[in-house]
């Protein structure tokens, strides 16, 4: 199976442990990953707020560039992407006045936009491409007696439930006991982690971000799971500040591809594991 | 077509009459105008309008023109044929004209209605009329069919809706034969503790209904049976039922139960689906100790003889009436009736289609079905408020709309929830005195004594918060909230955001239609609305009527109901039954289908396209055969045979081309 790949500006930077154990993963279970060539910025919600139109044309790039090079899925790890990309193909397939503005700007840049592209989650791509039960024949050091609190944050579920639930998301958690881990019950799986509040309004922000690394020791967690390199920088960056506010709960964020990569054996050195500003260390000890 | 057309001076003569329907029609066509236009058509020797052209004055001016003018032919402009053409064909009549030598043109919806331009309307108006005019100088006379019709009906479903129904239609005389798709009649209604807003208890009412059923000498009741095909038409219809096996002889069980006490299973152990899969039952059972008819059955799933033949049978054993028989097989039984009475129900919307509030997965979550049967002195617990973990709540969130008004499951109000979780409300606080939430969006008590209910619960201290629950869980944000179910809802009158810990929360789930309604409408050849309710022929007008004739809709199956208004539209229907077959006979439209056999090459095109089945081919003749009378008219047979053998009354080719080359001139 092939894809093309939409980093967006995380994956190369704040989330890098997320671009690495990603590419690692798919390349150590067959699949093969192209990045997407001259890629531009996503927008975020942030410039859909500013501009809607030309945020849909940023956006419309990226899907055109896609449609030109091949007829593959594109994989957008960042929920942000994900997110903006998918209501960019929804939007100009919805809309034709929209979309007659945005194919307009394109011509301008010598594209075109038709609508094909199929925008992907990697954990949709994993549990529904792969599935389970292949993904199981990998699996070389199951992560026995470790427990994981699976974190969806907002992004890749609302307002487009396209691959799982709005409120009760499942696939990460069949991701977590496909690596022989034990997935903690708990219901704030899609609570907010405070997004971009953790900057502009940390009063707020933080706190958001404490109730969920709290509940989550709480609840017996060792480590938090999650899909979204924006929810693993506000659970992970800011313990420190929490600490100072509320209380030290000292919990790492893991990313998923980060604990499928252990499971199947690659080296931690690339799944960027040490990235983590809250140690995992003590947590994988365990393996 | 023009060597048919009948010369000017042979042309029948024509009357044309115009309605102004009050202002309706003449507030944007000018009627005086077009019955001046008419008066100069060819052939027209009479042209009137007239005020209410419905009206007696206005029949009898049709009836009088007829005899005085020795019109041949009566045309009239005016609303919709749904409404009065019956009414006009009469009036033809009554001045001794055939009835069917008239044409009604509608100028109301099709034109006063929809048109914001009174000269565009106006001349549409004329268009109309002239096509009309031309048309009907080709009619024929014609007579309408009568077809004798069946006394016997048959009731489908067994809950309140169709146990009134056939008693209804059984204590006037009829044969009734009331189908029930589970071991005993009752329906969802046998599941209740107590009813709203009179709060007297749900069996106490029902099942002395349910024995006069099984007592009455005009009802054959078959439980455990559903409707495998339906054939034929109004006042004949030819059913198929399925009886399923129950593995004990009904007529020889006496339900007293002995063989359940001897069953080799000691303790019951398998989830009784009566009691919600709160209690447990044995592979023999028997639903409740009311349950009609009181005739134990076997559970193929878990019984050890129907599993493996392996068992020793201590069931039959203890029976000493033998009434047992492990190689019961399904039956089937045909049935002959002139009309037929839907009455199957609805389906309680699955609450794990709204995951937010966690039932399946927190053990403290309930369905008000589930609620029901734990408040009832004959269910699992006897009537004692317990929690799965065998604690007793001391405080319960009930949450309205649970499936229902909800862009995400069903859009509409399921009408019955606000009031049965009222009662919930009353029953759970009487029965443990734990405080009680209810979590609604508008309070609905539109019924006899419902609003003055709503008033008692308010005085009985029960908690009102208005606002849609986002979500139920375990998460404890402060000590208090610990080991608590907690509901997090936006409170819209006092306009915050609470958070309310309790340990039971009662999911208030919507009614939809049964899962398989679908499968059951085409069965019985009616319609589904959008929503998938069974289609009523008019909303208002014909609550109990479907499109289909001699089929009848009552209760839960049509569009959520309570039970008072249940039992309201099941004796409808069993009336509309009533009036069917008292007539003795049906008079059929004879708008239909005739094959002119010499011209017929014997093709078959048309014998799979009839939609209701009304073609035969004949074998012998090679000749396609319609039946007139279950033809209804659709015309899909005469518009595909090849060699236009097949001629439609009404329907003729003179008479759509003159209407066309009318409305085109």
């Known amino acids: ?287 | 077509m023009s060597e048919n057309k009948p010369k000017q001076e042979n042309l029948p003569r024509v009357g044309f009459y115009i309605c102004h329907c009050g202002s309706n029609i003449a507030s944007m066509i000018d009627v005086a105008e077009v019955q001046k236009y008419a008066s100069g058509l060819p052939g027209v020797a009479v042209s009137r309008d007239y005020k209410y052209m419905c009206s007696d004055p206005g029949q009898e001016m049709i009836a009088k023109d007829i005899r005085e003018h020795k019109l041949e032919r009566l045309v009239v402009a005016a609303c919709s044929p749904n409404l009065h053409e019956e009414t006009f064909r009469k009036a033809a009549a009554r001045g001794g004209l055939n009835p069917f030598y008239f044409q009604m043109v509608n100028i109301r919806e099709h034109a006063a209605w929809v048109h914001e331009d009174k000269k565009s309307a106006t001349e549409k108006a004329k268009d109309l009329a002239r096509a009309a005019i031309a048309r009907v100088r080709f009619h024929q006379a014609l007579d309408k069919k009568r077809v004798p019709v069946d006394p016997n009906v048959l009731v489908v479903g067994g809950g309140i809706a169709g146990i009134h129904a056939a008693l209804t239609l059984a204590n006037a005389g009829k044969k009734v034969t009331l189908i029930e798709r589970e071991a005993t009649i009752g329906g969802h209604m046998a599941m209740f503790d107590k009813t709203f807003p009179t709060l007297d208890c749900a069996a106490c009412i029902l099942t002395p209904k349910m024995s006069a059923v099984k007592a009455h000498p005009n009802i054959t009741l078959l439980t455990y049976s559903e409707v495998n095909k339906v054939e034929g038409y109004v006042g004949n219809y030819k059913v198929t039922v399925k009886r399923k096996p129950r593995y004990v002889k009904e007529d020889l069980c006496v339900g007293c139960m002995e063989c359940i006490d001897a069953c080799v299973f000691k303790e019951a152990k398998f989830p009784d689906k009566f009691n919600q899969g709160l209690g447990k039952r044995k592979p023999v059972y028997i639903d409740f100790p009311q349950a009609t008819p009181k005739v134990v059955l076997l559970d193929p799933e878990t019984c050890i003889e129907l599993k493996t033949g392996k068992c020793k049978k201590s069931c039959a054993a203890a029976c000493d009436r033998k009434a047992f028989d492990f190689n019961q097989k399904e039956e089937i039984k045909e049935l002959q009736v002139g009309a037929i009475v839907l009455a199957t129900g609805f389906k309680a919307f699955d609450a794990k289609r709204s995951p937010q509030y966690g039932y399946g997965r927190y053990p403290g979550v309930y369905t008000a079905l589930e609620i029901e049967r734990l408040v009832n002195a004959s269910g699992p617990t006897s009537g004692e408020i317990v929690l799965r973990d065998g604690k007793h709540p001391k405080a319960v969130g009930i949450i309205h709309c649970v499936g229902s008004r909800d862009a995400k499951t069903n859009k509409w109000c399921s009408r019955v929830c606000c009031m049965y979780s009222l009662k919930l409300a009353h029953l759970i606080k009487e029965h443990s005195g734990a405080e009680v939430y209810n979590f609604y969006i508008d309070m609905r008590a539109p019924g006899k004594a419902y609003e003055e209910f709503y008033d008692k619960l308010l005085g009985e201290g029960v908690h009102f918060i208005r606002g849609r629950v986002d979500e139920v869980t375990d998460w404890a944000m402060t000590p208090d909230e610990e080991g608590k179910l907690v509901l997090r809802v936006e409170d819209t009158l006092a306009g915050f955001v609470r958070r309310i810990p309790v340990d039971m929360v009662v999911l208030s789930t919507g009614l939809e239609p049964q899962a398989d309604a679908q499968e059951v409408r085409r069965r019985f050849n009616i319609g589904c609305g959008s929503e998938g309710f069974f289609q009523e022929r008019h909303p208002k007008l014909a609550p109990v009527n479907t499109f289909t004739d001699g089929i009848y809709i009552a209760g839960a199956c049509q569009a959520p109901r309570d039970i008072p208004d249940t039992v309201a539209q099941a004796g409808a229907a069993a009336a509309e039954a009533l009036a069917l077959i008292d007539a003795g006979f049906v008079e059929l439209e004879p708008n239909t289908s005739h094959v002119v056999e010499e011209e017929c090459c014997g093709c078959k095109s048309c014998v799979p396209l009839c939609p209701y089945s009304a073609i035969t081919f004949d074998e012998v003749k090679k000749k396609a055969v319609i039946n007139e009378v279950l033809c209804k008219g659709c015309g899909v047979c005469a518009a595909a045979c090849p060699s236009g053998s097949i001629r439609q009354n009404l329907f003729e080719d003179d008479e759509i081309f003159s209407e066309i080359q009318g409305i085109l001139k």
């Open chain 1, 1 to 287: 199976m092939k894809y093309l790949y939409f980093p967006g500006c995380s994956l190369k930077g704040t989330g890098r442990a997320y671009e690495e154990s990603f590419l690692a993963v798919f390349k150590a279970l067959g699949l093969e990953v192209r990045e997407l060539e001259d890629w531009n910025c996503c927008g975020a919600t942030a410039y859909m707020s500013v501009d809607e139109t030309k945020s849909y044309a940023l956006a419309g790039r990226n899907l055109a560039i896609a449609e030109r090079s091949s007829d593959l899925d594109v994989i957008a790890p960042c929920s942000a992407c994900y997110l903006v990309l998918n209501k960019t193909q929804k939007g100009l397939k919805e809309n034709p006045e929209l979309r007659r503005k945005v194919v307009n700007a394109l011509k301008a840049a010598g594209l075109d936009y038709k609508g094909k592209v199929r925008v992907r989650h990697p954990l949709d791509v994993l549990i529904n491409d792969v599935g389970v039960e292949k993904l199981a024949k990998f699996i070389t050091k199951p992560l026995k007696g470790m427990k994981f609190a699976p974190y969806y944050g907002c992004q890749v579920v609302r307002p487009y439930s396209t691959f799982d639930d709005q409120y009760n998301p499942v696939t990460m958690d069949k991701l977590i006991e496909a690596v022989g881990a034990e997935c903690v019950s708990w219901p704030l799986k899609t609570r907010c982690c405070g997004g971009s509040l953790t900057g502009t309004l940390p009063e707020v922000g933080l706190r958001l971000a404490y109730i969920l690394i709290k509940e989550a020791k709480k609840r017996g967690a060792g480590a938090i799971v999650t899909l979204c390199p924006l929810c693993q920088f506000n659970l992970d960056g800011y313990q420190d500040k929490i600490a100072s506010k509320y209380e030290r709960v000292d919990i790492p964020t893991l990313y998923f591809t980060q604990i499928l990569g252990l499971a199947m054996g690659l080296p931690e050195s690339e799944l960027g594991i040490k990235r983590g500003i809250i140690s995992a260390e003590a947590v994988l000890a365990g393996r």
